[in-house]
């Protein structure tokens, strides 16, 4: 179906595998096109209870296409970050968690990419890194947004002014990881705590997920607003029944994602 990424089913996990490891998986057109076809896939399967992005080779991805990018004037650049960020916007929004399993050169756009993802899981020979100022240009699929929210503001301005790449451990140091792991164990990893996630409510962690990135943006008593209003939600869900009837009878929950 996709001639630059693989894409298999792990229960109800879904597993991306970004697979041009020729050219370090850089983001080409194609492989932007292949991605906004799957997450469109990945948004309309109701089974799916998480999705993990990893990286085919030595790198995750290894930033965009460069050769593709050189030609390019003002109304191309444009749209090039314009088509780039819409499309991370819409892995960030994912209803779902995600994971990106970081196994190799997450540089520009795979580090762009890896931060539009709600937990980052970096393999130990992973590196991290914003170079475009290198190239004569800013992080245009929102690393300036992302970056910050990640590492802070002042951490961030080093990394990008520097262009400098960092490896997993100072990538955990500071924050921008979640867990550094073996190669070899990395994508196993990644699994293992997805279906620590998927082993819960499914519309529970689907709110708790609107509640911290929605209220984010908001002041705290927009936050706190929003967050009673889906507690309350929670209640209209047989899922809230099993889970709080399950505990009392002392047994294991069954969740039907209603």
Excluded: H
């Amino acid at each position: 179906m996709y001639k630059t990424i693989r894409y298999e089913k792990e229960g109800n996990i879904g597993i991306a595998t970004i697979n041009r490891p020729e050219a370090l998986n850089a983001l080409n057109s194609t492989v932007i096109s292949e991605l906004e076809e799957l997450i469109t896939e990945v948004e309309k399967d109701e089974e799916l209870g998480a999705f993990i992005l990893t990286g085919e080779g030595r790198s995750f991805v290894a930033g965009a296409d460069i050769g593709e990018q050189k030609p390019l004037d003002l109304n191309g650049g444009r749209k090039w970050g314009q088509r780039g960020s819409a499309l991370f916007r819409r892995i960030e929004k994912l209803e779902i968690p995600t994971i990106a399993a970081v196994n190799g050169f997450a540089l520009g756009g795979g580090c762009e990419i890896a931060m539009a993802c709600d937990i980052i899981l970096a393999s130990e020979k992973a590196k991290f890194g914003q170079p475009e100022v290198g190239l004569g240009i800013t992080p245009g699929f929102s690393g300036t947004q992302r970056l910050p929210r990640r590492v802070g503001a002042a951490k961030a301005k080093e990394l990008i002014f520097s262009g400098k790449m960092i490896k997993a451990d100072e990538a955990k140091a500071i924050g921008l990881v979640n867990a550094v792991y073996a190669p070899e164990e990395l994508l196993n990893g990644a699994i293992e705590i997805a279906k620590s996630f998927t082993k819960n409510a499914p519309i529970a962690v689907k709110y708790s997920k609107a509640c911290i990135d929605r209220g984010m943006q908001m002041d705290i008593d927009d936050g706190i607003a929003l967050e009673n209003e889906l507690f309350a939600m929670c209640f209209a869900t047989e899922d809230q029944k099993e889970g709080m009837g399950a505990f009392l009878e002392k047994r294991s929950a069954t969740f039907q994602n209603k």
